[in-house]
């Protein structure tokens, strides 16, 4: 049997030091060994206890959550979830508090004061248990150095993108996006989808703390939004987003059907979108999350003819989606995190003239070993090394 996983819970509410406590014992797999009602009482116990996981409260006296945050990382890491309020406030915090080395969050349903959290029972469960897996792999992926300086942007004229690629991301996602969006520059010729398994009302906080520290346009997607090179769209909270291709452009349809594996949005609805309409024009991107979202979807670009990459699992805050999708066959490339950016750029957003000619047939023209055929064992799968030029 598996090791139990021991819980600090860090609240300044009574309340939720009574809730959170009650809820995690519906798992017998999860030990809640004491409570703190400040960010200083919280640092002495992780001292005592020797917590697995602490959950932590961002709006506290005396010592608020992202204080306590800043000296847990600096004193001796460990995995932290933030537990945030439904507030424009709470999720930017929330954001700064993933960028200072939080592994995930949840966010307290609107009727927490009044003492339901059933909402997010499940998820926050889940997500402690991952973050005990984490230990000792990528706790605390730092993004870029705070604050962000946000990046001036010239106007730019509307083109056509050239590919389509279409990004899943989920526990660490938005460390790594913010990385890798952050290498891509204004002239990248690709229209980027995006999917971040993310809470309503989080998403175009996200989107807004993207497009300031980024050189391509970024913002929360609505239906209708055309598909434009140099442009990243982000897949609302509780919406599916997928894309259409209509005689006054390309664009993207949201939908609010059934949650796909458990998630709305979903990896797999994009994704199975993208391939349908794009094919060839197609790339997938699967990136840290855990479940295996995403990963048939992966597998439909593959069929379709379009290029599919992994994110390598040793730069995985949580490896589960990539994992799910290279065990499967479908990914053709797997890359660490720090030069997925540089591989996208390189490969599918340069000069067009250029791209076109010395690519066209490596890339454009579908390979008979990128057809999905999961039967042919022979098929190499490309394995991108870690950057040696680390800035």
């Known amino acids: 049997m598996s090791e139990r996983v021991r819980v600090l819970v860090v609240d300044d509410s009574a309340l939720m030091r009574k809730l959170i406590p009650n809820i995690l014992a519906r798992d017998p797999m999860i030990d809640v060994v004491g409570t703190a009602m400040d960010g200083a009482f919280a640092l002495k116990k992780i001292e005592e206890l ?147 398994h993310m809470p309503e009302g ?37 919406r599916h987003m997928m894309v259409r291709r209509m005689p006054r452009g390309d664009m993207v349809v949201l939908s609010d059907s059934a949650p796909v594996n458990g998630h709305r949005p979903s990896v797999d609805v994009l994704f199975h979108s993208v391939s349908q309409e794009f094919g060839p024009m197609s790339v997938g991107v699967l990136m840290t999350g855990m479940g295996e979202d995403g990963a048939e979807g992966l597998g439909a670009i593959k069929a379709a003819g379009g290029m599919t990459i992994a994110q390598s699992e040793d730069t995985c805050v949580v490896p589960g989606m990539p994992r799910a999708a290279i065990l499967k066959g479908y990914a053709n490339r797997i890359v660490p995190l720090d030069t997925i950016g540089q591989h996208l750029v390189a490969n599918f957003g340069g000069d067009r003239a250029s791209e076109r000619a010395s690519r066209q047939e490596k890339f454009d023209r579908p390979d008979k070993n990128d057809r999905g055929d999961k039967s042919d064992k022979n098929e190499k799968i490309e394995r991108i090394p870690a950057s040696t030029n680390r800035s």
Do not use: W
């Not at 999720?91 to 909402?119: C, M, Q, R």
């Not at 807004?208 to 050189?215: H, I, N, Q, V, Y």
């Not at 609505?222 to 434009?228: F, N, P």
């Open 50 to 196: 020797h917590p697995d996981v602490v959950t932590l409260d961002l709006e506290m006296p005396r010592m608020d959550g992202m204080e306590t945050l800043r000296l847990i990382m600096r004193r001796a890491p460990l995995p932290v979830i933030m537990v945030s309020t439904h507030s424009k406030e709470g999720a930017y915090a929330t954001f700064k508090a993933l960028a200072l080395g939080a592994i995930d969050f949840v966010a307290k349903p609107k009727e927490a004061s009044s003492g339901h959290l059933d909402a997010i029972a499940t998820q926050l469960i889940e997500k402690i248990k991952v973050a005990k897996r984490a230990v000792g792999s990528r706790i605390g992926t730092p993004a870029i150095a705070e604050p962000i300086q946000p990046v001036k942007k010239n106007a730019r004229v509307a083109l056509p993108p050239h590919r389509i690629i279409a990004i899943g991301v989920s526990t660490g996602g938005p460390n790594a996006l913010q990385f890798v969006l952050s290498q891509i520059p204004a002239e990248f010729t690709g229209s980027l989808l995006i999917v971040q």
């Open 202 to 238: 989080f998403t175009e906080m996200f989107a807004r703390r993207l497009d300031e520290c980024c050189e391509l346009e970024v913002q929360e997607a609505k239906s209708g939004d055309l598909l434009l090179a140099g442009r990243a769209l982000i897949c609302p909270g509780n």
